[in-house]
């Protein structure tokens, strides 16, 4: 078992490691402006994604197997209205990230079937990991389309300016 233990912890540990370099790639061309522009009035911006994945990570793998005693103000992630310059957001996600990689790296062959009670359907902490790496990657499914949509508006203003 302790063998598996060491595979699965590798393989997520790598995982986050690979998604928060995809987020810097996607936000890395992105102005302050654009980074909190909502490109639908019914959606959200690429920074409240962050702050909101950030968020969520400190709350159920932070607060809820490292033990970090983390409290989440989760209507703020998607209301924050004073839109924190770029380098701070990705350096806190950054931190979030380093601190599941580091939690994983933390887990026993017994911690991976520990019970995990969080407001989630996850039985133990393998399956609310697992849970948390699904959630990021559907969040980075919506920043990649956002990206693309800000791109548009963009060069339809500049073309319009002309």
């Known amino acids: ?38 490109p639908y009035s019914y959606g959200n911006s690429v920074g409240h ?18 033990g970090t005693g983390y409290v989440r103000d989760r209507d703020r992630e998607f209301t924050e209205a004073s839109k924190p ?27 991976w079937t520990a019970a995990y009670s969080a407001d989630t359907p996850s039985k133990n902490r393998f399956a609310a990991l697992m849970r948390m ?3 990021v990657e559907h969040h980075i499914g919506q920043m990649q389309y956002l990206v693309r949509e800000l791109a548009k508006e963009d060069s339809s203003r500049a073309s319009s300016a002309r």
Request: charged share 20%.
């Open 85 to 111: 310059a770029k380098e701070q957001v990705i350096a806190n996600f950054d931190r979030a990230v380093a601190m599941v990689v580091e939690t994983i790296r933390r887990q026993s062959p017994e911690d």
């Open 49 to 66: 994604l962050l702050l909101h994945l950030t968020g969520n990570l400190h709350h159920y793998i932070g607060a809820h197997i490292a």
């Open 133 to 135: 790496a699904a959630h």
């Open 1 to 38: 078992m302790s063998n598996l233990s060491s595979v699965a912890a590798d393989a997520l540990a790598s995982y986050y490691e690979e998604v928060r370099d995809k987020i810097h790639e996607l936000v890395a061309p992105l102005s302050n402006e654009q980074l909190w522009r909502k």
